[in-house]
């Protein structure tokens, strides 16, 4: 039976949004984790971003009444118009995002609820740990969950969350293992509507700058980086990255110091990471120099500028001198 809108009807204590395009080897494993949580009161809302593959096909394979669908008439850009679809069609307060290629832990759900009732209403974000699977059982636990795991359940401010992204290099925040309050992901506006690269990036920072999170280390999902139809490997690396803008709109909000130098050396990281990617591929957006905060990272800036400048061949060189010094550095 093909799971029809409306499905579950008593309001349920998470919504579970998955947006899907074109993941039909994939989609049946990610349901099969969702139903198969150990904390059942959970609707299970997928949005259907006009596949055009077998996706709806394995969808329809389940007969669960937690199962709503919902079609959106042509795709993306990326998973977020589908996402924040997903967000108005969900009844629960509390809504939790998996993408359709990746897989959650059984005990996922029970976590965020554990850390809901532990934390009260001081948090609007609830998150955890996850593992990052490159094919041929070659698996890594994200940095920061990893670096952190005999910590425990934790209250994370925006201070807290600024460091601990720049401590990984990453966000310790991934979209297939939240859980994010309905009115503070709508109040910040939801994911970015036309935004190409970043879409999670930008959103996690909008959340956290109006709220603290709840943050447990345990490994609560599986990220499938050799999924068919990724969208980091479909939008070009040197398409503009929309967490610069907000990153701006926030310094000029700010009134912290430490929140004020954390968010431009979060900026410098974002730039530096994103001209590092960019100079494999070709010509570098130069407007990404415009906000780098050199007085922080005076070495960044000479590195990222020396790949801007170089031709592709230099750009390779300058490439592995980096990787080499690194490699010298931490070794000394």
Known sequence: MEPTEGNASAKPAYSVVVPLYNKGPHIARAIHSVLDQTFPDFELIIVNDASTDTSMEEVAKFDDPRISVFHRPSPGPGPSPARNLGIKEAKADWIAFLD??????????????????MFGGSAGCLFAGYRIFYGQQNIHQGHYSESHQSEGQQLMDFNAFLSAWIESKRSPLHSSCVAIKRNVITGVGGFPRRCLRGGDKDTWLRVMSVTKAA?????????????????????????????????????????????????????????????????RYGKIRKEVFSGFHIGLDIDKFLLLFLLYVLPTTWTRVARELMRRAKRFISSA
């Open 215 to 279: 943050y447990s280390p345990i490994v609560g999902a599986t990220y499938y980086a050799d999924s068919v139809n990724m969208i980091t490997k479909m939008v070009p690396i040197t398409s503009r990255h929309c967490i610069y803008d907000t990153v701006q709109r926030l310094l000029q909000d700010v009134n912290n110091k430490k929140t004020s130098r954390l968010l431009k050396k979060l900026y410098n990281l974002e730039a530096y990471n994103y001209v590092k990617e960019a100079s």
């Open 100 to 117: 359709a290629d990746d897989e959650w832990v059984p005990g996922l759900l029970s976590e965020f609820e554990s850390m809901r009732k």
